[in-house]
């Protein structure tokens, strides 16, 4: 059972950064065959993708926040990042990392397998 815990939520204004942190641990089987990933859910909305990562370290964004966040991993620390810049009132959610065993970096809430408790992030105006 794979175990991810979340850490970096707070409170920013508008326009400025924060970045999320997620340690992984306890893989079913090699590390390098699970891609990763962030999502968030505010009140009252679904849970939407944000940044997903593969093995090979290819990524994919949200049209919504493509150019203002990046994510990255690091293997050796088995540790997901998110950097969030020019954050706006409406990336207001709860944050949550996942995993799944595939090859692919995947956006799709529905094809994870693992998932973190999540971390706030709230952006005033």
């Known amino acids: 059972q794979v175990e991810l815990v979340e850490s970096g939520g707070g409170s920013v204004q508008a326009g400025g950064s924060l970045g999320l942190s997620c340690e992984a641990s306890?893989?079913?089987?090699?590390?390098?065959?699970?891609?990763m990933a962030w999502f968030r859910q505010a009140p009252g909305k679904e849970r939407e993708g944000v940044a997903s990562?593969?093995?090979?370290?290819?990524?994919m964004y949200a049209p919504s926040v493509k150019g203002r966040f990046t994510i990255t991993k690091d293997d050796a620390k088995d540790t997901l990042y998110l950097q969030m810049t020019s954050l706006k009132p409406e990336d207001t959610a709860m944050y949550y990392c996942?995993?799944?065993?595939?090859?692919?970096?995947?956006?799709?809430?529905?094809?994870?397998?693992?998932w973190g408790q999540g971390t706030q992030v709230t952006v005033s105006s």
């Open positions: 996942a995993a799944v065993q595939s090859p692919v970096a995947i956006l799709d809430p529905t094809w994870f397998s693992y």
């Open positions: 306890k893989y079913v089987g090699p590390s390098t065959s699970y891609s």
């Open positions: 990562i593969d093995r090979e370290h290819k990524t």
